[in-house]
């Protein structure tokens, strides 16, 4: 199928960039707004910018970085989030305060309406859904951050936006749900061929996942069987005769995209005109991009990684499992034996000391952290916690390719409708062998044994070890722990990294960070700089 057209999206970029002076005085070398919203094309133009709104361009690395709020990593940069030192002046809360986009939706929407007697009926229903989807999307994370927050559907005066003041949190919901499901009418109509745009399946996707935090369950299996029912998407295999090679990583490589039937919804580069920084900000030192080392994963994170039996890494010993000794030879002989053997998706998705970073079964880099003359030796890298991340990188790039990331960062994939289904089961406590189905279904295209029947508080703990590991530096997780109530234990305490050698030969973990918790921190502080515009915003208690 063919992408949304990024050239024109790059064009239009521009003219919203300069939106002030367009709406005022009509610039010489572009089409003035009097002469805007004459035909359809003009239409499509507008409503394909809107897509780059989803996550605007200083978001893009969002998707991974946000497991930096979590107990999963932390950032080269301390951005003062999971240290509990995070203030309504913080530049990441400021981040998530999206009003500039929704202004621009509005503005779209509007514009919508003036172009609508050059549009058949069906075209501008379908165009409008692309953008109140969008306007929802942005909406619903807002809500989620944030709690009550203005809820605006027009495009605003400056002193009209200096008088809005926060909705309830249930009439900004309702307002949210209820555009989602005007939606999922009006998108099937003049369908589009082109991926990556909204379509049907992925409003359904996103209900699911609303419905999932707002704990209505019956809601969650409605809209993930009408997304399962379709028969369109499936767990990705790239190697289904091949079951020594991981189709799990494959996955996060480039070369999935475009022909990926696990993939609902993403945002989509083009190389070279869009792309990312994230193979530079992820990758070590010593590989091709020379990384930065920006986004850190914990031990924590490593430490839920299964052993390849099936059952916790840190009972292998109690046990007495089949890879200790396995895993002993491997140390012994100077490797790092304590990675091997465990639930593939780790080496997946973290660089561990001494993972091989190979082409076409060539090593081209080992990511040396002990070795003194390793660019990645932790002396000459003392913020580092002794991991990085693979997950998104592409492995057989080229050096100008650092900031030139082309890989789709996927926002809901076919993985996310199995468990949130499985969830949905486990929170009713009814046909959990549904749930245990959907679970091993996962498993199996990692390469790990699958679970039996338990009981509901067992399930759920399989449940939530197996979004963990599946779905880390996609996103979720921060979304998972404020959605369980789980923060008090998980972001609470001190944080680790890699276990490295101490003069005294004793290996120790590295002590990285002292977070802290606070039930308040559920909701963020409303962005003290809107505040300062507004004397009607209230900030949230405590902050």
Not at 111 to 137: C, M, N, P, Q
Request: hydrophobic share 35%.
């Amino acid at each position: 199928m063919k992408k949304i057209n990024l050239f024109i999206c790059l064009f239009v970029a521009m003219l919203f960039n300069s939106c002030d002076s367009f709406l005022t005085t009509p610039p010489l070398d572009q089409i003035p707004e009097s002469e805007w919203w004459k035909n359809a094309e003009q239409s499509r133009l507008m409503v394909n910018e809107c897509y780059v709104k989803i996550y605007n361009s200083g978001m893009d690395q969002i998707v991974a970085f946000r497991d930096g709020f979590t107990d999963n990593a932390m950032w080269r940069d301390n951005f003062a989030m999971a240290d509990g030192s995070w203030t309504a002046y913080t530049g990441k809360v400021k981040e998530e305060w999206r009003y500039k986009e929704i202004a621009n939706l509005n503005y779209v929407l509007e514009g919508l309406e003036k172009s609508k007697e050059y549009l058949t009926e069906d075209e501008y229903a379908h165009l409008t859904a692309e953008v109140r989807f969008i306007r929802a999307f942005i909406y619903y994370d807002m809500l989620f951050y944030f709690g009550d927050i203005p809820l605006i559907k027009k495009v605003l005066t400056i002193e009209e936006s200096r008088e809005t003041s926060r909705q309830p949190r249930e009439e900004v919901l309702n307002f949210i749900l209820s555009e989602l499901n005007e939606v999922l009418v009006d998108i099937k109509k003049e369908p589009s061929e082109e991926s990556g745009r909204v379509n049907e399946d992925v409003v359904n996707a996103y209900l699911a996942r609303i419905y999932l935090h707002e704990k209505q369950y019956d809601k969650v299996l409605e809209h993930t069987a009408a997304a399962m029912n379709t028969g369109k998407y499936e767990l990705y295999r790239a190697y289904e005769n091949d079951p020594v090679k991981n189709s799990y990583e494959e996955l996060f490589r480039p070369a999935a995209d475009g022909n990926n039937n696990e993939v609902i919804f993403e945002k989509q580069y083009s190389y070279p005109l869009k792309t990312t920084t994230l193979n530079r900000d992820l990758s070590p030192q010593s590989s091709v991009y020379r990384g930065w080392l920006r986004l850190l994963p914990v031990q924590s994170l490593v430490d839920e990684y299964e052993c390849a039996g099936g059952h916790p890494y840190q009972q292998c010993e109690k046990l007495d499992c089949e890879y200790c000794k396995l895993r002993n030879n491997i140390s012994d002989n100077g490797g790092y034996g304590e990675y091997e053997y465990r639930d593939p998706r780790l080496k997946s998705t973290i660089i561990t000391p001494g993972w091989e970073w190979k082409v076409n079964g060539v090593i081209k880099s080992v990511y040396g952290i002990e070795d003194p003359n390793s660019r990645d030796y932790l002396a000459k890298e003392p913020h580092s916690t002794g991991f990085l991340v693979t997950k998104w990188v592409d492995l057989e790039g080229e050096e100008v390719d650092a900031t030139r990331s082309h890989k789709n960062m996927t926002i809901i994939r076919y993985a996310d409708i199995l468990l949130m289904r499985a969830e949905a089961l486990i929170e009713k406590n009814e046909n959990t062998d549904e749930a245990v189905r959907l679970i091993n279904e996962i498993r199996s295209r990692a390469g790990m044994p699958g679970i039996e029947i338990a009981s509901q508080s067992v399930l759920r703990e399989k449940l939530r070890h197996e979004r963990r590991v599946e779905f880390a530096f996609e996103g979720l997780r921060y979304y998972d722990i404020i959605r369980w109530r789980i923060c008090d234990k998980v972001r609470n305490g001190n944080v680790y990294g890699f276990a490295k050698m101490t003069d005294s030969g004793k290996r120790e973990n590295i002590f990285l960070e002292k977070r802290v918790w606070k039930d308040h921190m559920y909701l963020w502080p409303i962005p003290q700089d809107a505040i300062d515009l507004n004397n009607n915003l209230e900030q949230n208690p405590q902050w």
